[in-house]
Structures are given as structure tokens and as C-alpha cells.
């Protein structure tokens, strides 16, 4: 099988951004939302994250308009019924992806993957959802999409080779450089990267220096293109506080447990870019 008609669910940053890298490369995109307003939203917010890099010379405007013809909003899960591959970008929680799995099951042709950009979640139990377990896989994007190189191709237990290098293909495709990842909590990235932006917020608990210090110190001391605290307001604190507590039930490592501050920063729904506060404040557009 080539994957030719892609479907996405979930029309976050995460979402769009997948269906922009997947139509860029050729694909028919159908981009699902519970809404069809927020569906069409997301569709918007790529227009226009592709006319800025029209403005700076890096796109060519024949190549946006090419890309946004592919793309099709819904809110209707069963335009996703003729789909090759349909990847889900929803929220970060177990039982909301097993659900979705189930229902992408019954409606989906016989012959399509289910994959999962799940960046922590056992992609096993997804699986074990649908009646085609060797048919699913995580495929793995990093944020920004259309910026970001490495995919994970997530390898649970049930998936065939056949899924995974059809996966594989599809992303060289998009121009992405796949890696593959047996299914554990974390993958590869995850499980590096927490630990050391959870350590930076217990040294700003502790008083060692400031978070704009702090920063400073790992972009000019590590060559790192960004801070620990600029990069966790990117990721999200949500995202990251869910992130961590699934690292920590599978692991038990100490380095896993949130910082509490990262907690009560959550709870007072300082989430980060997204809200326009979290670590830093931002300007809403």
C-alpha cells in the first residue's frame, strides 16, 4: 500500500501541523475536529503561518495555495472512512485515545493504519482497541512539524512490518528523518529531554538562579537553540506535567516526579505560549 489519503485528528498545534507536512508532501488531507469551526480555525492559522514565510522568501506562494487545496476540514469522523492512514493528535489521555481507536476501527477501510502521535502513551493498548492491532503504530511528530526533522515510529508489540515501514515510507516522504523506537514510555527524545527540563525547574525552586539565567546558561554553555523554560512554555506545562507523570508510573525514577511548582504553575493554568503565560508572558495574536 502508498498512503495517498491521509486523515488527522485533532486540530491543535500539533494537528495542523501534521496535516500541513502531509499535504505539503502530496497527500489528500482530511483535518477532523469536534467542531467544524475549529477544524476550519486550524486551517486558517496554517494560511497563515504560510504567508509569513511567503513574506520572508523561504515559500513560494504557488506552493501554499497547492498545499491548502488539499486540506479539507470536518467534524464528521466518517469522512475519514476511505483514509489510508489516519494519524490522531488529540489529547494526551489514555482513555480518550482508546476510545477514538475504537471508533477509527469500525470506520475506517479494512486496509488503513491507525497511528498515534502520542509522545508517552503505550501505543499497545491503543492497538488492543481495534479489531487490526498489526495495523497500528505511533508516528511520532516533533513541534513544530513543518520545522522539526525527527519522526518516532513507535513499534508496539502487535505491529506488523508491513505497518511499520508503510509508516516509515510516509514520513521520508514528508521529507522527515524517521527513527525506530521499540514502545515504552518516553520512546527516545521524551525520555532524555524530561528529566533535564524538570531538573531546570527544581534548580529555579531552589533558589540556584533565575529561570532567565538558567536559560542563558544551557543555550551558551550547551549550544542549545533554546532554554529549558522557553522550551517547556513551547512543549506547554500541561503537555509536560502529563508527560512526566507517565514517565514516572512507568519508571519510578526520581527524575520523573514533577516539580511541584510545574503542578501549581498547571493548576493555575499558566500553560504557556498557548494561554500567552507560563514561565514568561507572551502576546496573544
Known amino acids: 500500500m502508498t498512503v495517498k489519503k491521509v486523515g488527522v485528528v485533532g486540530s491543535g498545534i500539533m494537528g495542523g501541523g501534521i496535516a500541513e507536512v502531509a499535504a505539503a508532501a502530496g497527500h489528500e488531507v482530511i483535518l477532523r475536529s469536534r467542531e467544524l469551526a475549529t477544524a476550519e480555525g486550524t486551517v486558517a492559522t496554517i494560511e497563515r503561518g504560510m504567508k509569513r514565510r511567503i513574506d520572508k522568501g523561504t515559500l513560494a506562494a504557488e506552493q501554499r495555495d497547492e498545499t491548502l487545496a488539499r486540506i479539507t476540514a470536518t467534524d464528521n469522523l466518517h469522512d475519514l472512512a476511505e483514509c489510508d492512514l489516519v494519524i490522531e493528535s488529540v489529547v494526551e489521555d489514555l482513555a480518550t485515545k482508546r476510545h477514538l481507536f475504537s471508533e ?49 515510529i513507535v513499534r508496539p508489540l502487535t505491529a506488523s512490518d508491513e505497518t511499520i515501514e508503510e509508516a516509515i515510507a510516509f514520513t521520508q516522504a514528508c521529507g522527515k528523518s524517521p527513527v525506530t523506537v521499540k514502545d515504552q514510555a518516553g520512546f527516545i527524545v521524551n525520555a532524555l529531554l524530561f528529566p533535564y527540563l524538570n531538573n531546570a525547574v527544581r534548580l529555579l525552586e531552589n533558589g540556584v538562579a533565575s529561570m532567565e539565567d538558567i536559560d542563558e546558561a544551557m543555550k551558551g554553555g550547551c549550544g542549545f537553540p533554546m532554554g529549558p523554560f522557553a522550551l517547556l512554555d513551547l512543549v506547554g506545562l500541561d503537555t509536560s506535567l502529563s508527560i512526566l507523570d507517565a514517565l514516572y508510573d512507568e519508571y519510578r525514577d526520581p527524575n520523573y516526579a514533577a516539580v511541584p511548582r510545574l503542578r501549581r504553575m498547571v493548576a493555575a493554568e499558566r500553560l504557556g505560549r498557548k494561554t500567552g503565560k507560563g514561565f514568561f508572558e507572551y502576546k496573544r495574536s
Open 104 to 152: 477509527l476501527d469500525r470506520i475506517c477501510q479494512e486496509r488503513a493504519i491507525l497511528a498515534s502521535n502520542t509522545s508517552t502513551l503505550p501505543v499497545v493498548e491503543m492497538a488492543m482497541e481495534t479489531g487490526r492491532p498489526a495495523q497500528v503504530c505511533g508516528i511520532h511528530f516533533f513541534n513544530p512539524a513543518p520545522m522539526m526533522k525527527l519522526v518516532e
